[in-house]
T-cell receptor
Framework: NAGVTQTPKFRILKIGQSMTLQCTQD?????MYWYRQDPGMGLKLIYY???????DKGEVPNGYNVSRSTTEDFPLRLELAAPSQTSVYFC???????????????FGEGSRLTVL | GENVEQHPSTLSVQEGDSAVIKCTYS??????FPWYKQELGKRPQLIID?????GEKKDQRIAVTLNKTAKHFSLHITETQPEDSAVYFC???????????????FGQGTILTVHP
């Protein structure tokens, strides 16, 4: 049981390039989320999904797109990368009814993206 | 939307002292308040959480208190140890019911340093 797996762990992009951050979970969780973490700013929600085929915007969706074709996978696409997208990106998941009676989110290890 | 403010941004204590981190939230409908610990270069991990029908919860050296009237909650760590050094995030959510889907709004984080 690997939990939540993100790839790549590190990436450097040039301005205007595009890329996809991959996220997969093997816990059969319904809910999946993408957060970005900037220094001193906490974690901001980019997009989330409540199940295959259903996605919605979070707090900071501009410049990103997502898809959820399967329960396991929730890739985040960056189109036309900008320096403002330099950040650490975390994918997270949780089951429908909560784990151990809590609303715990299970995070991946993060993907550090630098846009130059 | 929900707004969560966290203070202080940095906290330095001596080993054995207590540490207190405070958060306020804006949406009175929020009913779930977790705390996450993030060690350097690692993923955030849940350390304790509280629901709005409870005023206080303890787990060994960690406790969380909630004041619904004032819309604030606090993390208390007693007998601090060097391994408690990390970034701590508070968060708020309306739970997974309705259209909230377990989405968490995070505070800005507190860097806790425990000196031996």
């Amino acid at each position: 049981n690997a939990g939540v797996t993100q790839t790549p762990k590190f990436r450097i992009l040039k301005i205007g390039q595009s890329m996809t951050l991959q996220c997969t979970q093997d816990m059969n969780h319904n809910y999946m989320y993408w957060y970005r973490q900037d220094p001193g700013m906490g974690l901001k929600l980019i997009y989330y999904s409540v199940g295959a085929g259903i996605t919605d915007k979070g707090e900071v969706p501009n410049g990103y797109n997502v898809s959820r074709s399967t329960t396991e996978d929730f890739p985040l696409r960056l189109e036309l990368a900008a320096p403002s997208q330099t950040s650490v990106y975390f994918c997270a998941s949780r089951p429908l009814g909560g784990a151990r009676g809590t609303g715990e989110l299970f995070f991946g290890e993060g993907s550090r993206l630098t846009v130059l | 939307g929900e707004n969560v403010e966290q203070h202080p941004s940095t906290l330095s204590v001596q080993e054995g002292d207590s540490a207190v981190i405070k958060c306020t939230y804006s949406d009175s409908a929020s009913n779930y308040f977790p705390w996450y610990k993030q060690e350097l270069g690692k993923r955030p991990q849940l350390i304790i959480d509280i629901r709005s029908n409870v005023g206080e919860k303890k787990d060994q050296r960690i406790a969380v208190t909630l004041n619904k009237t004032a819309k604030h909650f606090s993390l208390h760590i007693t007998e601090t140890q060097p391994e408690d050094s990390a970034v701590y995030f508070c968060a708020a959510s309306k739970g997974a019911g309705g259209t909230s889907y377990g989405k968490l709004t995070f505070g800005q984080g507190t860097i806790l340093t425990v000196h031996p």
